[in-house]
C-alpha cells in the first residue's frame, strides 16, 4: 500500500497527480482564500490511521464557503460512497475551485448552477434530505454545469491515494513488479480454480 502523504498545507489551486494526493489541510493555518471547507476524519477508517489529526480543512481562493459545501454535497450525490469521508470530496471542491480561478466563465457557471441546486431545494441544497438533493440534480442531468462536476468527480475522486486506501485498492503495480507476487491470485468472490487451470506463473 502506498503511504498518503498528509499535507500541512494545500499549496497550490492545482490537482494533483494520484501519487501525491494530498489530504486537505490537517492543521489550522492563516487563511487568505475566499472560503473554507473543515471537517473530521472518523477515528479507526483508513485515512484517520493514516493522518496526524483527524481535522481536516481546504482553503478555497474563489469559490465561497456556501458554494464549496453545495459542490461536495452534489458529488456526494453524483457518486455516493458512504465509507468515503467528506476530506475525499474535498478534493473535488479543490480540483473546481482551481479551475474557476482560471476560468472567470467557469467560476460564473460553477456560482449559478450552485444557486440554481440550493432554489430547487428551498434555499440550501447542502442541508437538504438526501430525496430532495436527488431530485434536484436529476432536474439538470444535460446541463454543462452538471456535465463540468461530474466529470470532475471522476478524475478527482478515483484517481486519488485517499480513495484507494478507503476501498482496499494497493495501486499501480507496474513500478513494484507487476500483479504477478501482489495479488495476482486474490480472487476471493469466485470459487478457486483447479491446479489445472492455475499453474504456477512464469518467472522467467
Known amino acids: 500500500m ?5 499535507a500541512a498545507a494545500i499549496r497550490d489551486g492545482s490537482s494533483s497527480t494520484a501519487s501525491g494526493r494530498d489530504l486537505p489541510l490537517t492543521r489550522r493555518q492563516f487563511l487568505k482564500g475566499s472560503g473554507i471547507l473543515f471537517g473530521t476524519l472518523a477515528i479507526g477508517t483508513p485515512l484517520a490511521a493514516l493522518a496526524p489529526s ?29 465509507s468515503l469521508p467528506d476530506a ?6 479543490k480540483d473546481l475551485d482551481a479551475m474557476a480561478a482560471a476560468d472567470p466563465k467557469l467560476a460564473l457557471q460553477l456560482r449559478e448552477g450552485v444557486a440554481g441546486l440550493d432554489q430547487a431545494t428551498g434555499g440550501a441544497f447542502a442541508k437538504a434530505d438526501a430525496a430532495a438533493q436527488l431530485v434536484a440534480v436529476k432536474a439538470i442531468e444535460g446541463s454543462p454545469f452538471f456535465a463540468t462536476v461530474r466529470g470532475k468527480c471522476v478524475t478527482s475522486l478515483y484517481d486519488n491515494d ?12 507496474w513500478s513494484k513488479g507487476g500483479y504477478i507476487t501482489r495479488g495476482f491470485q486474490d480472487l476471493k468472490w469466485l470459487p478457486a480454480p483447479p491446479e489445472s487451470a492455475s499453474p504456477p506463473p512464469y518467472m522467467g
Open 54 to 82: 483527524p481535522a481536516w480543512a481546504l482553503e478555497l481562493k474563489t469559490l465561497d464557503t456556501a458554494t464549496g459545501e453545495t459542490l461536495l454535497k452534489f458529488g456526494r450525490v453524483l457518486f455516493p460512497h458512504p
Open 2 to 6: 502506498q503511504a498518503i502523504r498528509i
Open 162 to 173: 485517499m480513495t484507494w486506501a478507503t476501498f482496499g485498492y494497493p495501486g499501480e503495480s
Open 88 to 93: 475525499v470530496y474535498a478534493v473535488l471542491v
